[in-house]
């Protein structure tokens, strides 16, 4: 049997052989929701104003117990919502504090945010792994996050040649890349070979970096 794929951070159910984790939001599962092996649990910026934050970080917490959750998210910042970005930052630091606490790793979702990431990890850096899922952020800014233990995941971006991500990918070091689908419906595979093209590589090449990557966050 070859290396497995890997997706990363999907929405969708995974079916074996690909390995990844399936997010879920606080606000979509009840109390004795049955996780899949591999699930992230957190509390999406954009439905922060409709929870309240205290308790569901409390309701997270008592998940955390649960060893199917092995990752915190997705959680982060995002500048094209109207919720105040303080109460973003709270609810990205509360969950951060948890994944120090509880060994997980963290995935983020931003939009035009990197200011604000890197502002706040100036102020302490990551302990933990954090997965920048969907990351379209530039040359600058690979640089600037490049010193913490921060890994770039790309999805059906990769798949528009005029995107960001597409023209970012190649330059993101092999041992701190991942791919995803995320909500995108089609499958990993895909994802893959475009990455490949895009870094002029084989896919089983990216397949074994990946895994390697993937077996290093999840040691
Ligand atoms: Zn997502």
Same mark, same amino acid.
């Given at each position: 049997?070859?290396?497995?794929y890997v997706n990363?951070?999907?929405?969708?159910?995974?079916?074996?052989?690909?390995?990844?984790?399936? %997010?879920?939001?606080?606000?979509? /599962?009840? =109390?004795?929701?049955?996780?899949?092996?591999?699930?992230?649990?957190? @509390?999406? &910026?954009?439905?922060?104003?409709?929870?309240?934050?205290?308790?569901?970080?409390?309701?997270?917490?008592?998940?955390?117990?649960?060893?199917?959750?092995?990752?915190?998210?997705?959680?982060?910042?995002?500048?094209?919502?109207?919720?105040?970005?303080?109460?973003?930052?709270?609810?990205?630091?509360?969950?951060?504090?948890?994944?120090?606490?509880?060994?997980?790793?963290?995935?983020?979702?931003?939009?035009?945010?990197?200011?604000?990431?890197?502002?706040?990890?100036?102020?302490? %850096?990551?302990?933990?792994?954090? /997965?920048? =899922?969907g990351f379209n952020?530039?040359?600058?800014?690979?640089?600037? @996050?490049? &010193?913490?233990?921060?890994?770039f995941s790309f999805g059906a971006d990769i798949l528009n040649s005029k995107s960001k991500a597409t023209k970012i990918i190649s330059?993101i070091?092999?041992?701190?890349l991942l791919l995803e689908t995320d909500?995108w419906?089609g499958d990993i595979e895909t994802i893959y070979q475009a990455a490949a093209n895009l870094r002029h590589c084989s896919t089983e090449d990216l397949k074994?970096?990946i895994?390697?990557?993937?077996?290093?966050?999840?040691?």
């Open positions: 049997m070859g290396i497995s990363i951070h999907t929405h969708n159910r995974i079916d074996p052989p690909v390995l990844g984790i399936q %997010s879920f939001d606080i606000q979509e /599962i009840n =109390h004795d929701f049955a996780f899949p092996r591999y699930s992230a649990l957190g @509390l999406h &910026p954009w439905n922060l104003q409709s929870a309240n934050l205290e308790s569901s970080i409390k309701t997270i917490e008592t998940h955390l117990l649960n060893p199917n959750i092995i990752a915190i998210g997705e959680c982060g910042i995002d500048r094209c919502i109207q919720t105040p970005i303080e109460l973003q930052i709270d609810a990205f630091i509360a969950q951060w504090g948890l994944a120090e606490q509880y060994q997980k790793i963290v995935i983020i979702h931003q939009v035009k945010a990197y200011a604000d990431f890197l502002k706040i990890f100036k102020m302490a %850096s990551p302990g933990v792994p954090m /997965i920048f =899922h952020g530039n040359l600058d800014i690979l640089k600037k @996050l490049s &010193p913490h233990p921060i890994y330059e070091p092999i041992e701190k909500v419906q074994n970096s895994f390697k990557n993937y077996k290093r966050i999840f040691k």
